[in-house]
């Protein structure tokens, strides 16, 4: 059978239906794997979204041949966000689940231009030691998952 010239899609994904050009988008970029547009609820001015034209779920569905791809085009959109909106620093990150914010279920990573003490996000690491104990039983359960793949 012959193979479809058109990207994987899921019928109701939205960013699927910005791939294929059915809804519109502020695209800054497009690659063979990758587009990147806009975030139109933006978290801060200049906030981008760097999508595979594929569609998978999240990072734990992507296939490692695209994520050379799209950690590429995620840098060089980054390195344009940082010359045209001058930040004083960016948050490159995505989520994996409801319980961890996804909202659109098509892999994406946000591009977030920081200002000094503009609160946009808040982190809680590096703000309290953890138990070492509890690390080295987290990290050998890690070794023997990693061991198992
Ligand atoms: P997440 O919560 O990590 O799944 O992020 C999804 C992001 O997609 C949110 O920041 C939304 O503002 C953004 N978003 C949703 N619909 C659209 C759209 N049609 N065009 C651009 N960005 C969108
Ligand atoms: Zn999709």
Known sequence: ??????PPRDAECIFCKIVAGELPCHKVHEDEHTIAFM??????PGHVLVIPKDH??????MPDDLLG????????VALAVAKSQGPD????FQANGVAAGQT?????????PRRTGDG???TEH???AGDHAMLAREAEALRGALADM
């Open 1 to 6: 059978m012959a193979k479809s010239p058109l």
């Open 39 to 44: 975030d139109i609820f933006p978290a801060s």
């Open 56 to 61: 998978h779920p999240d990072l734990l569905a």
């Open 69 to 76: 791809p799209v950690m590429a085009a995620t840098r060089r």
């Open 89 to 92: 620093g960016m948050n490159l």
């Open 104 to 112: 659109v279920f098509h892999f994406h990573m946000h591009i977030l």
């Open 120 to 122: 946009v996000l808040s």
């Open 126 to 128: 590096g703000k309290r």
